[in-house]
């Protein structure tokens, strides 16, 4: 089993900038792909970024440019950096993990932004 623990949500006004974090544990040898997705009320669960364990970075476009996704091996966490971020960018964000089939998920950040 792999544990994620999410931290470093909150309020934030639009323009402004926030950084996700995002810490596993357990049987995290083999991880593939570690990610963030993000749901807002009303709607399903999208896809913000992800990120291989060769460093390969894919987004959302409607983050392109204003978001990074990073991780740190040596500290086995990984970031989502969010600047510019505007008020359709408010949700509930996961951080996930994949290996093979498997999926790990941890249990969620409430990202608001509003004036």
């Known amino acids: 089993q792999v544990q994620l623990v999410e931290s470093g949500g909150g309020l934030v006004q639009p323009g402004g900038s926030l950084r996700l974090s995002c810490a596993a544990s357990?049987?995290?040898?083999?991880?593939?792909?570690k990610g963030w997705y993000r749901q807002s009320p009303g709607k399903g669960r999208e896809l913000v970024a992800t990120?291989?364990?060769?460093?390969?970075?894919n987004y959302a476009g409607s983050v392109k440019g204003r978001f990074t996704i990073s991780k740190d091996d040596a500290q086995n966490t990984f970031y989502l950096q969010m600047n510019s971020l505007k008020p359709e960018d408010t949700a509930v964000y996961y951080c996930?993990?994949?290996?093979?089939?498997?999926?790990?998920w941890g249990q969620g950040t409430q990202v608001t932004v509003s004036s």
């Open positions: 357990g049987s995290i040898f083999s991880i593939n792909v």
């Open positions: 996930c993990a994949f290996r093979g089939l498997s999926s790990y």
């Open positions: 990120i291989t364990s060769g460093g390969a970075t």
